[in-house]
């Protein structure tokens, strides 16, 4: 009894200390301090040309769509475009440059931001990116800036962007604390993965199953950073090049230069917070459909089964508890287990760190970009 009562005080009195330092939630009737603002493609002249459709953005063509001075934090971005060119998701970029740099903290594929990344529009939720009926886009992420916040889009297309509409909702600040993590997101691509081997027809054959990774050699990079921050999340689109199910890969995280991975996951269903194959493996309580669920920090919103040509969409987020890093951090994940399958990835890192930030990968050039399966050999069905 003794051991109960010991532990509810321990246990009251761990709570207590926790709730003294937590930062507290302003209650919605609690007023603030800060002035709203907005960056809008409104028609300034008063007329109804809101998206801008007398001055359409054309090939080739960057343009600025918003610029501000802080410091402020931008808290939610809606954007929505007119534009029947075929994956314009993928040839369309969008860049975000804080307090002045000369390279941008966010570069991706307009569709990948939001976790469009195989040129299609879908609809889902999260808690910080949605996409709503029609081409509605969504985000949350808050991003502060101290001096100055820019965004832009270009053009990679063959035709002229009739229209782009946006809202980007943002607070200004008489002043943010010194030591804000700057938002980052950063897009990468493997069309497809490079796979050890194509003599394969199911994932679970001993000479695949047996093989061992512990270096994480040939891993998928999701993201590198240098510097003080904390990871938050990924967005994952992929297109299967062969069959039997993609996600035997675990996630392996590296912290501060180390060698050897921090934390290390059981496979790519589970660091998504999904099992058994999303409905496949042979244990499917749903019988032959195939689910799909988008819930606040996890989901599976795109479920194309496991043959070959299988289309999918993956995300986590960790706001419950980022993956800090006070020096460098590599996010990775396997491609099949130690690394034996070919299928396209495509992906976009989300974090926060202070500045600067290393300079990312050279952005693939926009026909490289666009998602088309690959003639890989191996095998082209599942086994469910």
Same mark, same amino acid.
């Not at 953005?57 to 007119?82: D, L, S």
């Not at 314009?88 to 570069?107: A, C, F, N, Q």
């Not at 660091?271 to 459909?289: D, K, M, Q």
């Not at 669920?293 to 040509?309: A, H, I, M, T, V």
């Given at each position: ?54 001055? &359409? ?32 998701? &993928? ?58 916040? &820019? ?59 047996? &093989? ?173």
């Amino acid at each position: 009894m003794k051991i109960t009562v010991y532990s509810l005080i321990a246990f009251l009195f761990t709570s207590a200390i926790y709730a003294q330092n937590k930062p507290a939630e302003k209650a919605i009737y609690e007023l603030r301090n800060y002035t709203s603002e907005r960056i809008s493609s409104y028609d300034t002249l008063g007329a109804n040309d809101d998206g801008n459709w007398k001055n &359409k953005i054309e090939p080739g063509e960057t343009r600025t769509i918003g610029e501000v001075q802080g410091p402020g934090i931008f808290k939610h971005i809606w954007m929505t475009i007119a534009s029947n060119e075929i994956d314009h998701l &993928k040839k369309i970029v969008l860049r975000m440059y804080w307090d002045g740099e000369e390279t941008p903290s966010v570069e991706t594929p307009i569709g990948d931001f939001f976790g469009l990344g195989l040129g299609r529009y879908f609809l889902y939720d999260s808690k910080f990116l949605s996409v709503g009926s029609q081409r509605a886009l969504n985000a949350s992420f808050p991003m502060p800036f101290q001096k100055s916040a &820019k965004v832009t889009i270009t053009n990679d297309g063959e035709r002229a962007i009739d229209a782009f509409y946006y809202n980007i909702d943002w607070e200004k600040h008489n002043s943010l604390p010194e030591d804000i993590g700057y938002f980052h997101a950063q897009y990468r691509q493997s069309q497809p993965t490079d796979g050890w081997t194509t003599d394969w027809k199911l994932n679970g054959e001993p000479e695949i199953n047996n &093989k061992t990774n512990t270096s994480g050699e040939g891993n998928y990079i999701i993201m590198e950073a240098e510097g003080k921050g904390h990871f938050i999340g990924v967005t994952h689109s992929l297109i299967q090049n062969q069959g039997d199910w993609w996600g035997e890969g675990d996630e392996m995280i590296y912290i501060d230069g180390a060698e050897e991975p921090q934390i290390h996951g059981t496979g790519a269903e589970d660091y998504y917070l999904g099992a058994w194959c999303y409905g496949g493996c042979g244990i499917n309580p749903f019988g032959n459909a195939k689910p799909t669920f988008d819930y606040s920090e996890y989901g599976n919103p795109l479920n194309g089964g496991d043959d070959r040509g299988a289309q999918w969409m993956v995300y986590r987020f960790h706001s419950e508890s980022p993956v800090t890093f006070n020096k460098s951090i590599k996010m990775t994940i396997e491609h099949g287990h130690a690394n034996h399958r070919s299928d396209n990835y495509y992906t976009v890192g989300y974090w926060y760190q202070v500045e600067p930030h290393i300079d990312f990968p050279e952005l693939p050039l926009v026909e490289d970009r666009i998602p088309q399966l690959q003639n890989i050999e191996g095998p082209t069905r599942g086994k469910n």
